[in-house]
């Protein structure tokens, strides 16, 4: 059973065609060569598939791609790494992970992007408490965490600026 | 994994129960964070899929005269952010924000997890205390049972091959109460809990009055109410003795499965005065038990 379902993956419309219950880690990788999106544990324990889902009221959440199937984002918009940076421009999210030294392998790292991105669109100014909380479904088996939260650290400042420096 | 089976998302309930009363093997994918991993493990072999998050009816919480109802497709990250579960409440949209982590907060259902019904499930203590209710939908009508009722042991409830769970009715408390959510996991970070724990007491300040709710997990197949030992604690003073004989009740009542990957049985009674003695001091203040 194939079903055509329509999703905007990074701005642009996609139309697969595939069975409804494929989960969209599944389709972004083998139908769409988005191999950006990780393939980690594929039961939602490790974070590595992370994408932000928009639905139609324009709430936007990050969440595991493993555990969403296909059928279930007709219409609706993903984000994955690839759709963050401007052309060659970087995000400032992916400016300070490079900055801080906040990559190693780099399996985890566009999951723990995304889920800063979503972080900070919800909440510009996160705790400390926040922010580990916030990071507690994704697993990093490199760094031990002190560089990526020194990046999120960074990041958060570096979106702040950019923020005020748009509204003058 | 392999896809042998039938798809449909109906859009409204209506719909939806027709399908449902229409195929007995249908399975219901709500948030997906259990039913896609059981699927792919070979541990459920459906034959219809039947995505129920497009009725966007099932999804929100309100205020009605007697109780708050909370739709069986909110998230865990709703129910937490909730102004609704706040005050007496809390405790139900804490466990939510402890459950599994951030990203599956955003897709994981309040439905999914009472379904579901593990013995650790982090609703379904604090539901029990609250006394709150489920509601049951179907092509001929609804029923609602009490969620002690309704949860009968692990991934098995009441809940008949023709009805959808749509709603969680929680009971609107008009007398002082207090409640709490307590919980052991191995790690900080993500992980279901060893042993969990809730405790709710309305009139607390009043001692002739005062009613006390417990509901421990995964020390039973399903939620554990200590009755006799929440008469006990109700109308006398809490004091030492009273705290090791209710430990002791319950020590008898309960009988934690040996292969447990979480915690061993022994492990599990130490904790039982534990969560007795923090639950009790966080809701009426400082007792004194040494």
């Known amino acids: ?168 | 994994m392999f896809l042998p089976f039938d798809y449909q998302s109906p859009k409204s309930l209506k719909e939806c129960l027709k399908l449902i009363s229409e195929n007995e093997n249908a399975h219901i994918l709500a948030g997906g964070t259990d039913l896609i991993v059981n699927i792919r493990s070979g541990k459920i072999i459906p034959q219809l899929v039947v995505d129920i998050k497009n009725i966007s009816e099932l999804s929100d919480i309100k205020k009605t005269d007697n109780y708050i109802e909370i739709g069986s497709l909110t998230t865990m990250n709703q129910i937490t952010k909730s102004s609704l579960l706040k005050g007496a409440y809390y405790l139900l949209s804490y466990a939510a924000s402890i459950m599994g982590c951030y990203e599956i907060r955003n897709r994981a259902t309040i439905g999914g997890n009472i379904i579901n019904a593990s013995p650790g499930a982090e609703t379904l203590n604090p539901l029990v205390v609250l006394s709150a209710k489920v509601v049951l939908e179907s092509t001929s009508g609804q029923r609602i049972l009490s969620i002690e009722e309704f949860v009968c042991g692990p991934n098995k409830t009441e809940i008949k091959k023709n009805e959808l769970l749509t709603k969680i009715l929680i009971p609107i408390v008009n007398e002082e109460a207090d409640g709490v959510y307590m919980r052991r996991q191995r790690v900080k970070g993500m992980d279901l809990a060893s042993v969990n724990c809730a405790i709710f007491i309305t009139n607390k300040s009043d001692i002739k009055k005062r009613k006390i709710k417990i509901s421990f997990g995964t020390v039973t197949p399903k939620p554990y109410r200590p009755i006799k030992v929440e008469q006990l604690l109700e109308n006398n003073k809490i004091t030492k003795n009273l705290i090791l004989e209710s430990v002791k009740i319950i020590n008898s009542e309960i009988n934690p499965r040996t292969t447990s990957l979480r915690a061993s049985p022994e492990y599990k009674k130490f904790m039982i005065e534990y969560f007795l003695v923090e639950g009790l001091k966080k809701i009426l203040g400082e007792i004194n038990v040494n």
């Open chain 1, 1 to 168: 059973m194939k079903k055509k379902i329509t999703f905007y993956l990074n701005n642009e419309k996609v139309v697969v065609k595939c069975h409804p219950l494929k989960t969209l880690l599944k389709v972004l990788r083998e139908d769409l060569n988005h191999t950006e999106v990780k393939n980690g544990c594929e039961q939602g324990e490790c974070g590595a598939c992370t994408v932000i889902i928009e639905d139609e009221d324009k709430k936007s959440f990050a969440t595991n791609s493993c555990l969403v199937a296909i059928g279930q984002v007709e219409g609706k918009k993903i984000v994955t790494i690839k759709g963050l940076n401007k052309e060659k421009e970087l995000h400032p999210i992916q400016k300070s992970f490079i900055d801080e030294g906040a990559v190693q392998c780099g399996f985890c790292t566009p999951g723990l992007i995304l889920v800063t991105k979503s972080l900070l669109d919800n909440n510009p100014n996160p705790t400390d408490e926040e922010i580990k909380y916030a990071i507690s479904g994704n697993l990093c088996r490199c760094t031990g965490y002190i560089k990526i939260f020194a990046a999120i650290k960074k990041a958060i400042k570096l979106v702040k600026k950019i923020r005020n420096s748009k509204k003058i």
